[in-house]
């Protein structure tokens, strides 16, 4: 089953309108969309090792415009999505988000830019806390640009071999991952449920 799911990831990697795809996807996860555009990224680098600079350069820029999307909508339209944000599963991401502005400010939008935290809370919270914009658009570049450069880099390093042994793995390595989500889940509810 996930191995047929990664042969058709690997297929659409390689899509003629896939950069577009990959740009798009970058700039609403960056604001509004809850899907990291890793999920394209790794794929297109690991199927066109060869691009994998040009992929990994247009997922940050397109991604830093979608925070600079993102701080607009924190800056402009934060009483307008507060009691939304407040109902959201986002809320406790929100606060942390403004916790760490207060403590680290540009370190704090750099962090989330790299980490998996979501980081469209840090460019509403951003534009919200009116942090100084150019150091709000570094931050994400350095971050943003750091992650998917790692990431793509990687893939495209392994190439052939990574991605015949994760063809020969996908089936257990999908399993695995959704047991973890599982037991995620279940820890989760049980302490904090």
Known sequence: MFQKLYDKAIQWSRHRHAEKYLCVLSFAESSFFPVPPDVMLGPMALAR?????RFALLCTL????GGMFGYAIGYFLFDAILPWLQTSHYWDSYQLAKSWFEKWGFWAVFVAGFSPIPYKVFTIAAGAL????????????IG????FFLLAMLLAYGGEKLDAKLREYMDRLGWAVVAVVIIGVGVYK????
């Open 49 to 53: 090792p060869d691009k994998a600079k």
């Open 62 to 65: 397109a991604s830093v415009t």
């Open 130 to 141: 009116n942090m100084a914009f150019l150091p709000f658009v570094a931050a994400s570049f």
């Open 144 to 147: 943003r640009g750091a992650r």
């Open 190 to 193: 049980f302490f904090f449920g």
